[in-house]
C-alpha cells in the first residue's frame, strides 16, 4: 500500500464502530483515501464513517454471513474501483466460564466471529488483492491465542486459530504482491474493559502487576501498530503474528521480579 494520497486508496475495517476497530480507522484515515467502516450494527457503522469525513463509507455487515461479506466486499469494489487492505477487527468477548459450565452454541458463536469471519472477509478480498497483483491483510489475533488462559477456551482457540489462518494465506499470497499479518493485543483499556474492571469481573491491578511495561496499552497504541502493518514501511513482512502486550508473553517469573533496576528513593 502507498500511503501518499497522490492515489486513491481504501481500507475496509471489520467491527470499526468502536474500540480499537474505531481507533484504527480514526489512525488509517490519516493514510488512507477512504476508509469502509463495517460493522454488525449498521447504524454505529454509519455514524462513524460521518465522523471521519464524507469521502469514508459506513456499511452493516455481520462477518459470519457469506452473503453479507460477499455484498460488502463487492459494494465497496464497486463503489471505490479497488481495495488496498482489510483490517479483521470484529470480535466479540468469550463466554465467562470455565470448561465445565461452557455451551458449545457460545462455543461455537465465539468461533464464528473471529475465525469463520477473518476467512470469509480475507477470502473476499483476496479476490480483490489477486486481480490487483496488491493488497494488505491485518487480523486481529491475541495473548490469548498463544497462552493458556483458564476459562477461555472458545476465545483462545479462535486467536491461535487467525494466527494459523494468517500464517497460510500470507505464504499462499506472497507472490501475488499481498501481505497478510496478525497483531496479538495483551490487555487494552478499551471503554468494554472499562466496564469489566468496574463491574468486578476485571482486576486491572493484577494484569498491570503481571505485565512486564506496568500498564495496559491504549486502543491508539494497537492502532498504530496495525497503520505501520498496513504500509509500505512494513513492505518485507509477511506472515508475522506481533505481540502488542508490554512484555506479557515475554515474562515468565513472578510479578515481585517486576522492578525499576535503578530506584528512585
Not at 467491527?15 to 450494527?41: E, M
Not at 487467525?162 to 497483531?183: F, K, P, Q, Y
Request: proline content about 2%; hydrophobic content about 45%; some cysteine.
Amino acid at each position: 500500500m502507498n500511503t501518499s494520497t497522490a492515489r486513491e486508496s481504501v481500507a475496509v475495517i471489520t467491527g470499526a464502530g468502536d474500540g480499537i476497530g474505531w481507533s484504527v480507522a480514526q489512525r488509517l484515515a490519516q493514510d488512507f483515501t477512504h476508509i469502509v467502516i463495517a460493522d454488525v450494527r449498521a447504524e454505529a457503522a454509519r455514524k462513524r464513517a460521518a465522523e471521519l469525513g464524507a469521502e469514508h463509507w459506513g456499511q452493516g455487515c455481520d462477518v459470519t454471513s457469506e452473503s453479507d461479506v460477499v455484498a460488502l466486499i463487492r459494494q465497496v469494489k464497486e463503489r471505490f474501483g479497488r481495495i488496498d487492505a482489510l483490517v479483521n477487527n470484529a470480535g466479540i468477548g468469550e463466554q465467562a466460564e470455565m470448561t465445565l459450565e461452557q455451551t458449545v452454541a457460545a462455543f461455537d458463536r465465539i468461533l464464528a466471529v473471529h475465525v469463520r469471519g477473518t476467512f470469509l472477509a480475507s477470502r473476499e478480498a483476496g479476490r480483490i488483492f489477486v486481480e490487483q497483483q496488491s493488497g494488505v491483510i491485518v487480523n486481529l489475533s491475541s495473548i490469548a491465542g498463544h497462552q493458556g488462559h483458564p476459562g477461555r477456551n472458545a476465545y483462545g482457540a479462535a486467536k491461535a486459530g487467525i494466527s494459523s489462518l494468517t500464517e497460510a494465506m500470507a505464504s499462499e499470497w506472497a507472490r501475488d504482491g499481498i501481505r497478510v499479518n496478525a497483531v496479538a493485543p495483551g490487555y487494552v483499556l478499551t471503554e468494554l474493559v472499562k466496564e469489566l474492571v468496574a463491574k468486578g469481573a476485571l482486576n486491572l491491578n493484577d494484569i498491570e502487576q503481571n505485565t512486564p511495561m506496568g500498564r495496559t496499552a491504549q486502543p491508539q497504541e494497537i492502532a498504530e501498530v496495525i497503520a505501520f502493518l498496513a504500509s509500505d514501511r512494513a513492505s518485507y513482512i509477511t506472515g508475522v503474528t506481533l505481540a502488542v502486550d508490554g512484555g506479557w508473553m515475554a515474562f515468565g517469573g513472578p510479578p515481585a521480579k517486576l522492578r525499576k533496576v535503578v530506584s528512585n528513593s
